[in-house]
């Protein structure tokens, strides 16, 4: 059974970074894209970047365009999400995500698209 893990959550001041993990475990043969989304309290989940098996194709939210950026390192079968220049706004639960295609050539905005979840972890932003 696929499982995806995240970890490196915490708080940050705005203006800082943090940068945030995601372990996959019982997939290893890299073939999967993978995400990242985040869910504010009282919100629905929003996406906030993609990468493709490899890492040669990402895309990202445009609220998060120039400040988050998402790589995978299939040898680690990890991906990471750097975030800076955060702001309270980016303050939520980022959840990564899997879904079982080598490419990004879906609807990845939307989470009814990928195949499994971590349980996520939390990001705080304070001013």
């Known amino acids: 059974q696929v499982q995806v893990v995240e970890s490196g959550g915490g708080q940050a001041q705005t203006g800082g970074s943090l940068r945030l993990s995601c372990k996959v475990f019982g997939a290893n043969d890299g073939d999967y894209a993978m995400g990242w989304f985040l869910q504010a309290p009282g919100k629905e989940r929003e996406f906030v970047g993609v990468?493709?098996?490899?890492?040669?194709?990402?895309a990202s939210a445009d609220s998060v365009k120039g400040r988050f950026t998402v790589s995978r390192d299939n040898a680690k079968n990890t991906i990471a999400l750097q975030m800076t220049s955060l702001k309270p706004e980016d303050t939520a639960l980022y959840f990564c995500?899997?879904?079982?295609?080598?490419?990004?050539?879906?609807?990845?905005?939307?989470?009814?698209?990928?195949?499994?979840w971590g349980r996520g972890t939390q990001v705080t932003v304070t001013s």
């Open positions: 995500t899997l879904r079982l295609t080598s490419h990004i050539r879906f609807d990845y905005h939307s989470s009814r698209q990928y195949d499994f």
């Open positions: 990468v493709n098996w490899n890492g040669t194709h990402t």
